[in-house]
């Protein structure tokens, strides 16, 4: 097995990971609020980087105590971006499904490029061709036949703008300092601004945390420590334009997972939106996919829907 397949495997796997915690953060909001359940799950997160840290930190930047303190700086900024797209995130699931959760949050993967217009960074038709077919695709999975948005659905749309400034921001400080250790700072920082919400506006009781471990816990270490560790391992031998497609499949397994675990059902018109979602994902990512892989991925959630 080459370098490069064994990345596109881990970047899938990956996926995989978040794909299904969308179905954990469903699940985690059945015991505690939107603040407390992040709180706790960035928390986690940010201590999970730790060991990550000490493996893979040694010979990368920031070992001294400027380069330190800009992890600090960049950290609270990434941080705090991170926290709105997250609320947005996880309020949102209170009022849509996981599925539709999952294609939204996704479209990132399209809003990226169109961002970085403004920032000067060139584009090319396939972004405006993936971002069209989205569109459409979007109308179909989350507007109704009065022309409106469910208000689950329109948060997870904000907070996907949120998550691909995030993105961009993260790639610029990524360049300054020890990646490892900016994405344990802005987990740190995300988590700490949750636990003074949640303070605030929310009940936390020690007997729901327990009831809610398993979500959190796969919140917290699989989609945050176990997953991140996984892309930075695996991005090192990938093509960018074979990571963003895999990286895509994370809505797919979001709507498997809403639908094995959740028994969530999407209609026709849902699926359908889906499917143009993602193809639209993948166009914008260029020439370098494969229909057939398209095709495969959107007839099995078809048939998914089918056979319940």
């Known amino acids: ?18 794909g299904f915690a969308f179905v954990a953060q469903r699940v985690g909001m059945d015991y505690l609020e939107a603040f407390s359940y992040n709180a706790i799950r ?28 800009q992890v600090i700086k960049y950290g609270i900024i990434a941080g705090s971006i991170l926290f709105i797209a997250a609320t947005l995130q996880q309020i949102g699931l209170i009022y849509t499904t996981a599925a539709k959760a999952g294609f939204i949050t996704t479209l990132y993967i399209v809003l990226v490029p169109i961002i970085g217009l403004f920032l000067k960074q060139k584009t090319n038709i396939h972004i405006w061709l993936g971002a069209i077919i989205a569109t ?3 109308y179909f999975l989350s ?31 990524t360049r300054r300092v020890n990646s490892l250790k900016l994405s344990a700072m802005q987990f ?43 892309q930075a391992v695996a991005q090192r031998h990938a093509k960018a334009s074979h990571a963003a497609i895999a990286m895509s499949m994370e809505s797919v397994f979001a709507a498997i997972g809403g639908r094995l675990i959740l028994g969530e059902r999407l209609p026709a018109r849902g699926i359908l ?31 998914l829907e089918e056979r319940s």
């Open 42 to 69: 960035f928390a986690l997160g940010s201590i999970s980087l730790i060991p990550v840290i000490k493996y893979f930190g040694s010979s990368d930047k920031g070992e001294n105590s400027k380069d330190n303190k």
């Open 273 to 303: 939106g889906c499917g143009l979602m993602f193809l639209g994902m993948l166009i914008s990512q260029g020439e370098n996919f494969n229909f057939k892989s398209i095709r495969a991925s959107l007839s099995s959630t078809a048939n």
């Open 136 to 138: 459409i695709g979007l």
């Open 143 to 173: 507007i109704d036949e009065n022309l409106t948005i469910q208000f689950g659905d329109l948060l997870q749309l904000i907070g996907a703008v949120f998550w691909a400034i995030h993105i961009i921001v993260i790639g610029h400080f």
């Open 1 to 18: 097995m080459t370098k490069e397949l064994r990345s596109s495997l881990l970047l899938l796997v990956t996926a995989m990971i978040w």
């Open 188 to 230: 740190a920082t995300c988590s700490v601004l949750s636990f003074i919400v949640a303070f605030i506006w929310e009940d936390i009781q020690l007997t729901n945390i327990l009831k809610a471990a398993v979500p959190i816990l796969y919140g917290g270490i699989m989609s945050v420590g176990i997953a991140y560790s996984l």
